[in-house]
C-alpha cells in the first residue's frame, strides 16, 4: 500500500510539472490580453485538448485518459494559479461534461464526448434565468414536446462559456402541469446554430473577464427529442446529483487562488520597506500573514480528504457545502488583507493582487450563494 502511495504521488507530481509547464507557455503570458478580450481564445482550448488536459476522466474509446478526479483537481488548481479568468475550461470537463458522461446515450457520448476531449466543442450549462438563481425549482424556461422536437422558449443569463458555448446543457421545463414543478425539470443538450437559440452580448462584469459570460435566448428554438440528457421530469435530480462536483471544483479554485495570494503579498512585504525597514518585519504584518498561511492550510487539508472522499463515492453533500462556503468568504477576506498589505500599490492593475481581489468577489455567489450552502447544512443537521 505504501508503495502504491509513493507511486501515485510521484504521478501526480510528474503530470502538475507537466500541466505547469504547458500553462507558462502557453497561458501565461497571453492572460492579459484574455482578459481584455474577455475571451480565452479557441486556440488554446484546442492545445489543452491534444495535451489531453480536457476532460481526462473519459474514457479511452471517447479520446480520454480513463484517469480519476485527481487529475482534474490538479489542472483546476494550476489554471487557478494563472488567473480565475480561465475557470471556464474546468467548468466545460468537470461540470458540464459529466452530465453526458454519466446520463446520456451511447449515441450522443459518442458525438459529444470526443469533441469536449479534444477541445474543438465548448460546452456550458444553463441553469440559472432572471427571475431563478439559487432557486432552481423557480425556472422558467419551457422545452414543451411537438412531434419529434422540443419547442423551447425562455432565456438564461450569467452563462459562463455562454459565449463561446457549442454545446449547452439547459435546465427547462417539460411538464409545467408537474407537481411539485421540481418533477417537471428536464435537461436538454442544444447546439449553438440551432434555430431560434441566439446568444446575447457578452457581460461586463467585475471579475473574472477572460470567462465569457453572456444570456442565452431561446425562441420558439426547436431541438430533437434525442437531445434529451436522461430521463424527462430528473432534470432536478440530476442537477442535485451533479452539485457536488461543482462545489467541489469551485472550492479547489479558491482555495489555489488563496495560496496565489498569500505567496505575492509574502514576497511583497519581504521586498517593500517603511520606516527603514521591510514591512513584513513589523508585527501586524507577521500576524496578518500567519493567519492567513493558517486559514489556507486548514481549507486545504479540509478540501484534499473531501476530494479523497468524493472518488471513493461518499456522500459528502454537507461537507462541500461547508468547504464552498467557508473557503470562498475565507478567500474574499485574504484577498482584502492582502490587498491592504499592498498599501496604494494593491490598487493599481499592473499588481497581480488588484484582479485577484476583484476576481474572488463572485465565489460566494455561484453555484448556489453561500446562505444557500448554510441552509443545506443546516437542514442536513436536522434543522
Known amino acids: 500500500m505504501q508503495s502504491t502511495?509513493?507511486?501515485?504521488?510521484?504521478?501526480?507530481?510528474?503530470?502538475?510539472?507537466?500541466?505547469?509547464?504547458?500553462?507558462?507557455?502557453?497561458?501565461?503570458?497571453?492572460?492579459?490580453?484574455?482578459?481584455?478580450?474577455?475571451?480565452?481564445?479557441?486556440?488554446?482550448?484546442?492545445?489543452?485538448?491534444?495535451?489531453?488536459?480536457?476532460?481526462?476522466?473519459?474514457?479511452?474509446?471517447?479520446?480520454?485518459?480513463?484517469?480519476?478526479?485527481?487529475?482534474?483537481?490538479?489542472?483546476?488548481?494550476?489554471?487557478?494559479?494563472?488567473?480565475?479568468?480561465?475557470?471556464?475550461?474546468?467548468?466545460?470537463?468537470?461540470?458540464?461534461?459529466?452530465?453526458?458522461?454519466?446520463?446520456?446515450?451511447?449515441?450522443?457520448?459518442?458525438?459529444?464526448?470526443?469533441?469536449?476531449?479534444?477541445?474543438?466543442?465548448?460546452?456550458?450549462?444553463?441553469?440559472?434565468?432572471?427571475?431563478?438563481?439559487?432557486?432552481?425549482?423557480?425556472?422558467?424556461?419551457?422545452?414543451?414536446?411537438?412531434?419529434?422536437?422540443?419547442?423551447?422558449?425562455?432565456?438564461?443569463?450569467?452563462?459562463?462559456?455562454?459565449?463561446?458555448?457549442?454545446?449547452v446543457i439547459v435546465a427547462l421545463i417539460t411538464d409545467p402541469s408537474a407537481q411539485p414543478i421540481h418533477k417537471g425539470v428536464s435537461l436538454l443538450a442544444i447546439e449553438a446554430g440551432t434555430p431560434g437559440f441566439t446568444k446575447g452580448k457578452k457581460l461586463k462584469k467585475i471579475g473574472q473577464h477572460a470567462n465569457d459570460t453572456s444570456e442565452l435566448i431561446f425562441e420558439n428554438a426547436r431541438v430533437p427529442k434525442e437531445n434529451l440528457i436522461g430521463h424527462e421530469g430528473f432534470g432536478f435530480y440530476y442537477m442535485m446529483q451533479k452539485l457536488q462536483q461543482e462545489r467541489l471544483v469551485l472550492a479547489i479554485g479558491a482555495i489555489a487562488e488563496a495560496q496565489r495570494m498569500v505567496d505575492i503579498t509574502l514576497d511583497y512585504v519581504k521586498q517593500r520597506t517603511a520606516f527603514g525597514r521591510p514591512i513584513g518585519k513589523f508585527q501586524n504584518t507577521q500576524f496578518k500573514i500567519a493567519e492567513m498561511a493558517t486559514q489556507v492550510k486548514i481549507g486545504d487539508t479540509f478540501v484534499k480528504q473531501l476530494v479523497q472522499d468524493h472518488i471513493s463515492g461518499k456522500d459528502i453533500v454537507t461537507e462541500v457545502s461547508m468547504a464552498k462556503w467557508w473557503i470562498t468568504d475565507m478567500a474574499q477576506q485574504v484577498a482584502i488583507d492582502c490587498m491592504q498589505l499592498h498599501g496604494g500599490f494593491g490598487y493599481m492593475e499592473e499588481y497581480e493582487i488588484a484582479r485577484r481581489y476583484r476576481d474572488v468577489a463572485v465565489g460566494s455567489i455561484y453555484a448556489g450563494t453561500n446562505e444557500i450552502m448554510k441552509q443545506i447544512i443546516a437542514k442536513n443537521l436536522g434543522l
Not at 461534461?97 to 451511447?106: A, Q, R, S, W
Request: hydrophobic share 35%; net charge negative.
Open 5 to 167: 502511495n509513493v507511486e501515485q504521488k510521484i504521478e501526480f507530481d510528474i503530470f502538475r510539472k507537466s500541466v505547469r509547464q504547458f500553462l507558462s507557455k502557453h497561458a501565461a503570458p497571453y492572460f492579459e490580453q484574455w482578459e481584455e478580450d474577455k475571451q480565452v481564445p479557441r486556440d488554446f482550448w484546442l492545445e489543452m485538448g491534444k495535451q489531453g488536459f480536457l476532460c481526462p476522466w473519459a474514457d479511452e474509446q471517447y479520446g480520454g485518459s480513463g484517469v480519476d478526479f485527481n487529475y482534474s483537481v490538479i489542472i483546476n488548481e494550476e489554471l487557478s494559479l494563472i488567473g480565475a479568468g480561465i475557470g471556464g475550461i474546468g467548468l466545460h470537463s468537470d461540470v458540464v461534461m459529466p452530465y453526458i458522461d454519466e446520463f446520456g446515450t451511447p449515441e450522443q457520448k459518442q458525438r459529444w464526448l470526443p469533441k469536449a476531449v479534444s477541445g474543438e466543442i465548448i460546452s456550458a450549462i444553463a441553469m440559472t434565468e432572471p427571475g431563478a438563481g439559487s432557486d432552481l425549482a423557480g425556472i422558467k424556461t419551457t422545452a414543451i414536446l411537438d412531434g419529434d422536437h422540443y419547442v423551447v422558449n425562455g432565456e438564461k443569463t450569467f452563462i459562463t462559456n455562454g459565449y463561446s458555448a457549442d454545446l
